[in-house]
């Protein structure tokens, strides 16, 4: 076994972390998580932390589930990997039929990728080429939203509204029309409708994460505005393409955030938690008139000129089924709904702290904006490092969570078990009034 010294110190030294200001990581004692039970992960010094933000929003029964260690470790004593370009391979074919038993009736065809960002890039250049095909080569710019986040790679960023992350990298991207955010929903409908009078036959799709802009700050859209969205996208002859890589499998209550409004769109992405949190894979799924347009003799070039090595992977895909598997035998999405109304209880108590403006959630989704005074509606100073006050602490009494800017963020993982639950909202409420408190 290596020391937990040198792991710290060949981390330190040869590591460049996503998302992380660097001079400010090599300052601290980095957190080595080297094991893992249920909802708890757990550091090479032996303590123990609920995984707050599901490790990303990726994690699904919690963490070491049997049933899904063994699918792997079974899958893998036969076949750790195999191309998908022009072959195939068991696990691949069963979780696509999984796949397309619980996505909204209409979506037909999975199409496999590796992370969400890819899966994004998939459906853009689908929705591109669908349009191509079709003899509408005009029809090939997107609409996005204000405020959105589809994964970092450049045709997600293109598609993306989140000026910290994105407005660096505006010379490398392609043009697209943002609408409002979901901070005003009504105005993302009627921005659209103008939009799409206007300008629907230059327009290939609309992108948009369903409910809930997630890295956006977890901003909520309001009951039943996916409907008319659909409708709009209908009227005007354009693609609907809904991002569910952080809304997918049972996050907000249903399988899927498209589920509560019975919303079918053109184009699904998911990813993160399809293989319950455990290996990258992701799924661009969609309807048969899509799929039949890219139909032709091989020297039409029709087909879809898109993959990656690991497209379908086995191992990814066996943990995908029994992630789906446990679904079924669980019945995880009843049981979600009751924990996602004791968390609504147990996030109302936040209102009560000074230094809470704001409180939001879709289902296990949720997001407490910290100001330094709501009143007035002052933020704080950005090197007030409010938000990393409060994941200190919060760390400290054995809760790990990652914040969106002032933001705190808490997504457990939708298998969470009500004690558990109580134990993260009672901590991170503690945490933010300490931080807070002590603060001013
Ligand atoms: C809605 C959404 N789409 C896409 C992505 C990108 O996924 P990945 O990080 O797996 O590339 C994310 C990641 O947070 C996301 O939240």
Not at 132 to 145: G, Q, Y
Not at 272 to 280: A, C, I, N, Q, V
Request: proline fraction near 3%; charged fraction near 25%.
């Amino acid at each position: 076994m290596t020391s937990s010294r040198k792991i710290k110190s060949y981390d330190l030294d040869y590591i460049w972390h996503p998302f992380t200001q660097m001079k400010e990581y090599l300052s601290e004692d980095p957190l080595v998580i080297e094991n893992s039970d249920g909802v708890y992960l757990i550091d090479s010094d032996g303590n123990k932390y609920i995984d707050g933000v599901s490790s990303l929003w990726v994690n699904i029964h919690g963490h070491n589930v049997s049933k899904i260690n063994s699918a792997i470790k079974r899958q893998v004593d036969k076949l750790a990997h195999s191309t998908l370009l022009g072959v195939t391979n068991p696990s691949a074919s069963l979780l696509a039929k999984k796949l397309i038993d619980i996505s909204p009736d209409g979506l037909k065809k999975v199409f496999y990728s590796g992370d969400g960002a890819s899966a994004v890039e998939v459906a853009l250049k689908m929705a591109f080429q669908y349009w191509l095909i079709k003899e509408k080569k005009n029809k090939n710019k997107f609409v996005c939203l204000k405020g959105g986040y589809h994964g970092d790679t450049l045709g997600a960023v293109s598609v993306g509204g989140i000026d910290a992350f994105h407005s660096t990298f505006k010379p490398m991207l392609f043009e697209s029309y943002k609408l409002s955010s979901y901070d005003s929903s009504d105005s993302t409908i009627s921005d659209l409708e103008d939009l799409l009078k206007k300008k629907a036959d230059s327009i290939a799709a609309l992108i948009l994460e369903p409910y809930v802009q997630a890295a956006g700050g977890i901003k909520v859209a309001k009951e039943g505005y996916l409907k008319d969205i659909r409708k709009l996208c209908d009227k005007f002859d354009i693609l609907l393409i809904l991002d569910e890589v952080a809304t997918g499998f049972g996050r907000t209550g249903e399988m899927f955030a498209c589920d509560h409004d019975n919303v079918c769109p053109d184009i699904l992405v998911l990813g993160k938690g399809l293989t319950g949190g455990y290996l990258p894979l992701s799924a661009t799924i969609t309807t048969n008139d899509i799929f039949e347009t890219f139909l032709g003799e091989h020297e039409e070039l029709k087909a879809f000129f898109h993959g990656h090595s690991y497209s379908g992977n086995p191992l990814a895909c066996s943990a995908a089924i029994a992630n789906l598997e446990i679904f079924e035998e669980e019945r995880t999405i009843l049981k979600v709904k009751e924990i996602i109304e004791i968390f609504e209880d147990e996030l109302k108590e936040f209102s009560g702290l000074k230094h809470v403006s704001s409180i939001r959630n879709k289902g296990l989704m949720a997001g407490i904006d910290l100001m330094k005074d709501p009143e007035k509606n002052v933020s704080y100073d950005i090197r007030d490092r409010i938000a990393k006050k409060v994941c200190d602490i919060a760390k400290a009494e054995g809760v790990l969570i990652r914040p969106l800017g002032d933001t705190i963020v808490l997504m457990p993982p939708v298998s969470i078990k009500q004690k558990e639950l109580k134990k993260l909202t009672r901590s991170i409420y503690k945490s933010i009034k300490e931080a807070t408190e002590n603060e001013s």
